[in-house]
């Protein structure tokens, strides 16, 4: 059974870093893409981060862009989510998603098939 498990979440104040990661088991990961969502409070889930399924490429959200970069470690099962700069809009559950079809990265929902239980981000000012 797929699963995907996110940690290194918590409390940050405006300005400071953050490095989540994503554990994949149950199947296999590494020739498909990969991402990260986030949802705040009251809002729908939006796209943060992707990656294809080499690492090569990588797709970001505008509001991201600059500030947070998105890895992984195929040999490891592993993805991650540099965050630096962070703000107070930038507070929200981080969910880790991945596809089983999709091998180029996307910032549609609709591509990711598996999905984390989520790790909460909070960004203090």
């Known amino acids: 059974q797929a699963q995907l498990v996110e940690s290194g979440g918590g409390l940050v104040q405006a300005g400071g870093s953050l490095r989540l990661s994503c554990a994949a088991s149950?199947?296999?990961?590494?020739?498909?893409?990969m991402a990260w969502f986030r949802q705040a409070p009251g809002k729908e889930r939006e796209f943060v981060a992707a990656i294809s399924w080499t690492g090569g490429r990588t797709l970001y959200a505008d509001s991201v862009k600059g500030r947070f970069t998105i890895s992984r470690d195929n040999a490891k099962n592993m993805v991650y989510l540099q965050m630096n700069m962070l703000k107070p809009g930038d507070t929200a559950v981080y969910y880790c998603a991945a596809s089983r079809w999709r091998t180029q990265e996307d910032d549609s929902e609709y591509a990711y098939d598996d999905w984390g239980q989520g790790t909460q981000v909070t960004v203090s000012s």
């Open positions: 149950g199947r296999t990961f590494r020739n498909y893409a």
